[in-house]
Nanobody, 125 residues
């Protein structure tokens, strides 16, 4: 499985941004696609995840109510729609894929097998 994240940039606080993660590989129906972020000088943080088969989602605390993860099966892509952005959302955002993950471990980055390169989101005040 190969992942390529894109869509980062500079946005003002309160604005919105959509990140994309292009997914490729022989098969990934059994995978969970996760989004993580790493603010400058801090540890990687779980944003949310979506099951490729079925589309159910789960979110980290920082994302609940403001971010939405969805997928486009026809385009083999996963998206992170972010709204009401805050300065503290500034981070490098990563998409990742983990095979057969259950909900209780989706927030653990060590459970993911594949990672895309990060895309930088900067939120200005």
């Amino acid at each position: 499985v190969q992942l390529q994240a894109s869509g980062g940039g500079l946005v003002q606080a309160g604005g919105s941004l959509r990140l994309s993660c292009a997914v490729s590989g022989p098969t990934f129906n059994s995978y969970v696609m996760g989004w993580f972020r790493q603010p400058p000088g801090k540890e990687r943080e779980f944003v949310g995840a979506i099951k490729w088969n079925g589309g159910s989602t789960t979110y980290g605390d920082a994302a609940k109510g403001r971010f939405r993860i969805f997928k486009d099966t026809a385009k083999n892509a996963v998206y992170l729609q972010m709204a009401s952005l805050k300065v503290e959302d500034t981070a490098a955002y990563y998409c990742a894929a983990g095979r057969g993950l259950i909900t209780s471990v989706m927030s653990n980055p060590d459970k993911y097998n594949y990672w895309g390169q990060g895309t930088l989101v900067t939120v200005s005040s």
